[in-house]
């Protein structure tokens, strides 16, 4: 097995169970859009597949703050299947500065390779998947509510304004609104903005049918500004 096959069998073997989206099949979905970036943008392609693999392996949410902090469990798997040691700090580095909130804050620092995986990050909350996965966590972490036509959206979220708001009062349509269909205008890479833009595509597509038959036109209105 190479160093990249052992570290997909120990993330399956950590996050196989995952309920909260975080699931080995995101990890595997998101390695797979970074490789197809990394060929357009030659980044490296064991780094940009391992970081890949490993980025939601210490989650914050998933497995607490002292986790978050050290990387326990990328640094045993990287360890574990043989990663050599130049790879290793290069993923690291990777993983500990991913996210959307490191992101908005301003304190990302990533090279062409980490741009990759962030990119594919993002791109796999887009599109037809990122429909499911917002549903599915609406549903079984969220305010289990998919729309309210009595609330709009809020504008220009600061990070603050980003976790104020609890999820129990948050709708997955407002999710879409406030979050995901803003993601197209993070893209660092020109393959992942060319991918954003097809993804942009499907999730407004969806919104307006699911306007439409329900005859709001203030909502189809509002949605308009996100063509
Ligand atoms: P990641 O950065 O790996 O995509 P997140 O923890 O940000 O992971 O979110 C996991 C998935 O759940 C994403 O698809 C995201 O859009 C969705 N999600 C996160 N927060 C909410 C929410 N409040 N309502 C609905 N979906 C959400
Ligand atoms: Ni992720």
């Avoid at 360890?79 to 959307?100: H, Q």
């Avoid at 504008?155 to 948050?170: A, M, V």
């Avoid at 269909?181 to 499907?202: F, P, Q, V, W």
Wanted: charged share 30%; with cysteine; proline share 1%.
């Amino acid at each position: 097995m190479s160093v990249r096959e052992k570290a997909a069998a120990a993330v399956r073997e950590l996050l196989g169970n995952e309920k909260s989206m975080h699931d080995w099949e995101h990890s595997v979905r998101v390695c797979k859009t970074a490789l197809r970036l990394c060929r357009a943008e030659n980044g490296d392609e064991d780094i940009v597949a391992l970081a890949a693999l490993l980025h939601d392996c210490d989650d914050y949410k998933v497995f607490g703050p002292e986790n978050a902090a050290k990387l326990t469990n990328a640094r045993r798997i990287l360890d574990e299947s043989g990663a050599d040691g130049k790879t290793a700090a290069a993923v690291l580095e990777i993983v500990s500065n991913l996210g959307y909130s490191k992101y908005l804050s301003g304190v990302q620092k990533l090279d062409r390779n980490g741009h990759i995986v962030q990119d594919a990050d993002m791109l796999d909350a887009m599109g037809a998947v990122g429909i499911v996965r917002t549903i599915v966590f609406n549903a079984v972490a969220g305010s289990g509510r998919f729309f309210d036509p009595e609330m709009f959206p809020r504008e220009n979220l600061s990070r603050e304004t980003y976790q104020s708001k609890s999820k129990n009062e948050e709708t997955a349509v407002n999710h879409m609104f406030e979050k995901l269909l803003r993601l197209r205008g993070l893209m660092y890479t020109e393959s992942g903005k060319r991918e954003a833009e097809i993804r942009h595509r499907t999730m407004t597509a969806f919104l307006e049918a699911f306007f439409r038959e329900r005859e709001l036109d203030g909502w189809l209105d509002y949605l308009r500004r996100f063509a």
